[in-house]
């Protein structure tokens, strides 16, 4: 079984920057888009970027401009690099591949890491 492997969270005051990456333990061999979602205290898991095989990246707008993706297919491995961090970027990060092959898709997922963002 194939996990997702993230790191690079920690804790950071306002305005400071922080890269988050994720890699596969195995091989994903139809990886149809990479990303990263966030669940704050108390709140459901949100959408946060994500980027398809072609290079597309999309943002939620709560990030746009302040946060950017980007993926190393060779390797499966998709990297967040956070600025300017606010408060409110409080959360565990997790990481989501979408593995698809014809009719038949799969999502994997990281086990989270904790971005905390102090005033």
């Known amino acids: 079984q194939v996990r997702l492997v993230e790191s690079g969270g920690g804790l950071v005051q306002t305005g400071d920057s922080l890269r988050l990456s994720c890699a596969p333990s195995?091989?994903?061999?139809?990886?149809?888009?990479m990303g990263w979602y966030r669940q704050a205290p108390g709140k459901q898991r949100e959408y946060v970027a994500h980027?398809?095989?072609?290079?597309?990246?999309n943002y939620a707008d709560s990030v746009k401009g302040r946060f950017t993706v980007a993926g190393d297919n060779a390797n499966n491995t998709v990297y967040l690099q956070m600025n300017n961090l606010q408060p409110e970027d409080t959360a565990v990060y997790y990481c989501?591949?979408?593995?698809?092959?014809?009719?038949?898709?799969?999502?994997?997922w990281g086990q989270g890491t904790q971005v905390t963002v102090s005033s």
């Open positions: 989501n591949i979408r593995d698809a092959y014809i009719d038949d898709e799969h999502d994997y």
């Open positions: 195995g091989r994903i061999l139809h990886t149809k888009w």
């Open positions: 980027i398809t095989t072609g290079g597309s990246a």
